[in-house]
């Protein structure tokens, strides 16, 4: 997992620096807009509506906002309908990238992604053509000092979690889509915050990414997170720690 690692590092890094919080929160009430029209606006029957304002309140969204935007889900107030959308395509050097969307016009937002696809040396490929190498997962991220190995393993045992992985850099944790809600919850009850907790597409393995297509990647990356239509980006790279470090700083 260490691509996925490393790049949900990136992304943390890029949230504290970034300026452009009005982005995000409006990312954030699409999506509680499109889980509340297709499950409803009760967030204890609809799992992915509860995970969604959890997500938008982690982030500081009022919760005035949120309700808003709950609303304009089920039409008691007026909206814009948007839809799911997956894309798939490759980055320099073979990357498998996976964009997750919501849009309320898909002919905008392909021509869009084709662009900057094309734009950083990729190409968007046709539906299926990378979707296979990605686990759908729900991801929970603890640093060392957080909790012992002894208390992770035993909390994973509790939470009847899907799998987990040690390393040298901190404990990972992955349930199955269905469950990531239920599992947030009770880590929340035990007073146990992850450094990073989401739904995941994992990737099976990663393509060795060197220092001269690093800096391409990162910006494929960063464009496709930056489009206002685009939910999540996932990819299968790994880079060295060093480069990393380079075009990071």
């Known amino acids: 997992m260490a691509g996925h690692s490393k790049w949900a590092q990136i992304k943390r890094k890029k949230a504290v620096t970034d300026s452009r919080r009005s982005q995000r929160w409006t990312k954030l009430l699409k999506e509680v807009s499109v889980a509340a029209r297709l499950g409803g606006g009760d967030p204890n029957g ?37 839809e799911d959308v997956i894309y798939e395509g490759y980055g320099v050097g073979g990357v498998a990238v996976l964009i997750e969307a919501l849009t309320d016009n898909r002919n905008r937002t392909v021509a869009d992604v084709r662009h900057i696809f094309s734009k950083n040396g990729g190409n968007l490929g046709e539906s299926g053509c990378v979707g296979w190498m990605f686990d759908h997962r729900g991801y929970f991220a603890f640093e060392l000092d957080a909790l012992s190995e002894e208390h992770f393993m035993e909390l994973a045992i509790e939470l009847d979690v899907h799998d987990v992985s040690i390393g040298t850099d901190g404990y990972e944790m992955f349930t199955v889509p269905e469950r990531f809600a239920e599992v947030r919850e009770a880590l929340e009850r035990l007073e146990l915050t992850p450094a990073t907790q989401q739904l995941a597409r994992l990737p099976q393995n990663q393509v060795q990414v060197d220092a001269d297509n690093a800096p391409q990647i990162l910006k494929l990356m960063e464009a496709l997170e930056d489009h206002d239509d685009v939910q999540s980006v996932w990819a299968n790279f790994e880079i060295d720690e060093e480069v990393l470090a380079a075009q990071a700083s």
């Open 46 to 82: 609809n799992a992915r509506l509860r995970v969604a304002m959890q997500e938008a309140r982690a982030d500081n969204v009022p919760n005035d906002n949120i309700e808003r935007a709950i609303k304009r889900g089920t039409g008691e107030l007026e909206g814009v309908n948007y």
